[in-house]
């Protein structure tokens, strides 16, 4: 599978303001257990993929 570069760019853009508001939220609650962050993580990797 090829990745276009700008299109790599475009969609860790696109989701950039969606993710910020999850961490901060995770962050304002100050709940941050390892499991929770590792859930957030996936999410984050598999949606810059598009997977």
Do not use: H, T, W
Not at 24 to 41: A, D, T
């Amino acid at each position: 599978m090829k990745i276009d570069k700008n299109n790599f760019i475009y969609l860790i853009q696109s989701r950039s303001l969606e993710i910020q508001d999850e961490y901060q939220q995770l962050v304002y609650l100050k709940y941050l257990p390892q499991s929770v962050f590792q859930e957030v993580s996936c999410k984050v990797d598999s949606a810059s993929l598009g997977l």
